[in-house]
């Protein structure tokens, strides 16, 4: 799978940068996007990141709309206005900024999941209590139950 998978919960140094793990920086290189892409998660509360993957899909869901219209407006505004661009430094790190702190939570540690296409950025508390939470739902979906009520903090 050429994608980012399985989770890593790395420390925040004393200039609250944190080192993104290898084989996610060897996901963002062969997909050759120059940085990171990132974004307050619209149903919990993670930051998407990624790179050319996460944006050809973000630009697929706009290409639904007409330009120039409200409602590509609104969703350009909401996955492009609100987004960063966070440097990687030579040591595959990057600075966890105010807006990733405001949304996450975090402080000291992040864990980051591997979601494919796109990894998140949790604290790591909170990534424990959603990947419990997610575990159930994905067990009641493959056994074919009724599906559960969204996860908490949005749908899934």
Known sequence: MAGFVSHFTNRLDAKG???????????????GYDGLYAIASPHCPA???GGNALLTEIQTRLDAFSKLSPDHDALAVALFGASETPKVDGDGRIVISEMVR???GVSDQVTFAGLGYKFQIW???KFREHRAEA???ALAMLSGQTAPAPLAGGSA
């Open 47 to 49: 930051v998407d990141a």
């Open 135 to 137: 575990q159930r739902r």
């Open 123 to 125: 604290e790591p508390e």
């Open 17 to 31: 940068r944190v080192s993104i793990p290898a084989p996610f920086r060897s996901v963002l290189a062969k997909d």
């Open 102 to 104: 405001e949304h996450t």
